[in-house]
């Protein structure tokens, strides 16, 4: 067994990639708001390093106030193909800023653009608010490089948990759970 939960993630994430399912990077994401009640979506894991899991988003999002307001966080990965789930706790810290423009950068422009047009989780008027927005941008930057919005940036959750599920026969599935430790982790077998 790796007593390394950063490692063994990355292993579980190439075997699920290998296994050919569709977004291997999806993960759903629970924040908590500030009054006590969660809120659960999917996310894409652009980063798993022994610094945490990031993901990008609109901080102007639902899930960026929660965060705001509540510095923690949980993340859940099912892979079906290959059986197994990997879930996460753990604190929140914004990335720096060259890390969101270094990522932001490797974006398609349509998807920079995106991020520019979209006022995430706010109401619309209409559904054709976001086309006229995004037709704006567009031509607001046409002919430029596209900046990275203020509002938008990458979160990173440093783990203080991180549970290995695998699925068995019979419901004997197996469980791990790694605990934060001082600098390193404390593993413990749960039963399923």
């Known amino acids: 067994m790796n007593n390394n939960p950063i490692a063994r ?11 050919g399912i569709e977004l291997p990077d999806a ?10 009640r969660p809120s659960v979506r999917m996310v894409l894991i652009k ?12 901080t102007e999002s639902r899930k960026g106030l929660d965060l ?7 993340l859940c990965c099912w892979w079906s193909t290959i059986q197994e789930q990997v879930r996460v706790e753990g604190s929140v810290e914004l990335v720096s800023n060259e890390e969101a423009d270094a990522y932001f ?10 991020a520019w047009a979209s006022q995430q989780s706010r109401a619309m008027d209409s559904k054709d608010d976001l086309s ?7 031509r607001e930057f046409e002919n430029a490089e596209v900046p990275r919005p203020p509002h938008w940036t990458g979160y990173r959750i440093n783990p203080d948990n991180i549970e290995f599920w695998i699925g068995k026969p019979n419901r004997l599935h197996e469980r791990f759970l790694y605990e934060r430790d001082g600098d390193g982790w404390k593993t413990t077998i749960l039963y399923p």
């Open 105 to 114: 950068a490797t974006r398609d422009r349509d998807s920079q653009i995106g």
């Open 47 to 58: 980063e798993a390093t022994d610094r945490g899991f990031v993901f990008y988003t609109n």
């Open 9 to 19: 993630f990355k292993d579980v994430y190439a075997r699920a990639d290998a296994s």
């Open 27 to 36: 993960a759903s994401l629970a924040t908590v708001d500030a009054n006590g």
């Open 132 to 138: 006229r927005n995004f037709d704006e941008f567009s």
């Open 68 to 74: 705001e307001t509540n510095r923690h966080a949980a």
